[in-house]
């Protein structure tokens, strides 16, 4: 398995591959200015990135890269210029936000646009999924935060009867934009941490909905990673600084820093944290990308991507495998390693079964369709790390942890009862309609 860093920049600089353990450079792929938050490889099968819009351009465009070759290979063209973008785990679908606030969900093997509706009143700047894939969570210049159910996401029938909005929580304590989210394991029970321009990261429970600790900064705050222990975070800040924060900290201020990253006062634009080795990614408008130790708080590497700064970092792992899924199968008989250009328009009058969504089970899986519901898994993966740590903070987490699996397996269980009465009733349906 190779453990690459993937860097871009808001200037046509391209984006950077590194090896992370040799610090050798693998690929520079080319012509690419992305906004923060707008870069994402796909599943780990090819990178997608935003672009900034083109003064003399009204609609808004979307590249793909494979591996292998640094030229853009395939061009999407959205209706409107897209800041944040992500993908899903398995690369099966790709999320934009929108400079208008409209939010964009395509499937990546057909190039589908799924879904749109307006998520924000001000432009989309982060978007991501939680780590069950369920549910997406968006952050705009109108500083608030919006949670949103995949599956209800198509429900429309439910929306009508509850007469309730689109989004499952909506959380409105920024006072200026939201610059950054990460969201810790735990499915529905996780915890999110949200950072602003205006000095604040702020920690919300999904499972109550609500705002738990309002921590304040010495400065503007532009990234966060979080540590896989899920009790601290990094914060990345304009005056250079990486700032650490305590998830279940006493004091309302954070002062503590991991370290500068520049020595000329270049602000940290963004973070990424890599559980193999346990090493945070930094950054910065200088165009450096710093690698540290987080516990002896010292500077491992550092790579220069070019003269442009660094917006957007990702940690890549990529396995050789040598056959491809069924989705990639799908692309290479169409002649391309690349999936379809994505629609710009939802399509009307197709087959879409009367508005009833078919989610597929991961590819190549032999598990049944509602284990794709992860949470309990991964929290129990994360209690395991944590044993291996000991430490005194680390047996406090595990026991929360522990309260979080049973309710999580709870939860898998009455998931599973809907999910099986959910295709009974569709299957009925089905044939109902075939006899008629």
């Not at 808004?60 to 785990?89: D, H, M, T, Y």
């Not at 400079?99 to 057909?110: K, M, P, Q, R, T």
């Not at 006072?175 to 529905?188: A, E, P």
Request: one cysteine or more.
């Amino acid at each position: 398995m190779e453990i690459s860093v993937i860097a871009s920049s808001s200037i046509d600089c391209g984006i950077g591959s590194w090896d992370l353990k040799t610090g050798t450079e693998q690929l520079r792929f080319k012509q690419c200015a992305s906004p923060a938050h707008g870069l994402t490889a796909v599943g780990e099968k090819f990178l997608a990135a935003s672009q900034l819009r083109n003064a003399s351009g009204s609609s808004g465009s979307i590249f793909f890269w494979s591996w292998n070759k640094p030229q853009a290979e395939v061009r999407s063209f959205p209706v409107e210029s897209i800041n944040a973008l992500a993908a899903n785990k398995e690369g099966t679908y790709i999320v934009g936000g929108g400079a208008s606030g409209d939010i964009f969900l395509w499937e990546v093997a057909s190039g589908k646009l799924l879904k749109k509706w307006h998520g924000h009143y001000r432009s989309v700047t982060c978007l991501v999924f939680s780590g069950d894939d369920s549910l997406l969570v968006s952050g705009s210049e109108d500083g608030s935060v919006r949670v949103w159910s995949l599956i209800r996401l198509f429900d429309d029938l439910q929306r009508q009867q509850q007469g309730s909005t689109l989004y499952e929580h909506d959380f409105n304590e920024h006072t200026t934009s939201v610059t950054d989210i990460v969201i810790d394991y735990g499915g529905c029970n996780a915890l999110i941490v949200t950072a602003s321009v205006d000095g604040t990261c702020k920690v919300w429970s999904l499972w109550k909905g609500k705002l738990l600790r309002n921590i304040i900064f010495p400065a503007a705050i532009n990234a966060l990673a979080l540590d896989p222990g899920g009790s601290i975070f990094y914060a990345g800040s304009i005056d250079s600084k990486i700032y650490v924060g305590a998830m279940n900290s006493s004091s309302d201020y954070a002062t503590q820093s991991l370290g500068s990253v520049s020595e000329q006062g270049k602000a940290v634009t963004c973070l990424a944290y890599c559980a193999d080795g346990n090493l945070l990614i930094s950054g910065s408008e200088d165009g450096v990308i710093c690698v540290w130790d987080p516990k002896s708080r010292r500077l491992v590497r550092t790579f220069s991507h070019g003269k442009g700064p660094v917006n957007n970092i990702q940690v890549v792992r990529r396995t050789v495998v040598g056959n491809s899924n069924k989705a990639q199968s799908s692309w290479k008989r169409n002649g391309s390693s690349l999936p379809p250009p994505l629609e710009k328009y939802e399509r009307t009058g197709d087959n879409t079964m009367d508005g009833i969504v078919i989610v597929d089970p991961p590819p190549l899986s032999d598990v049944p369709v509602y284990s794709s519901y992860h949470s309990a898994d991964l929290i129990n993966e994360q209690v395991r790390e944590l044993q291996q740590q000991g430490s005194a903070a680390t047996e406090i987490e595990m026991e929360r942890l522990k309260l979080e699996y049973k309710k999580s397996l709870q939860m898998n269980d009455q998931w599973q009862k809907n999910y099986e009465n959910l295709l009974q009733v569709v299957m009925e349906e089905e044939l109902n309609g075939g006899s008629s």
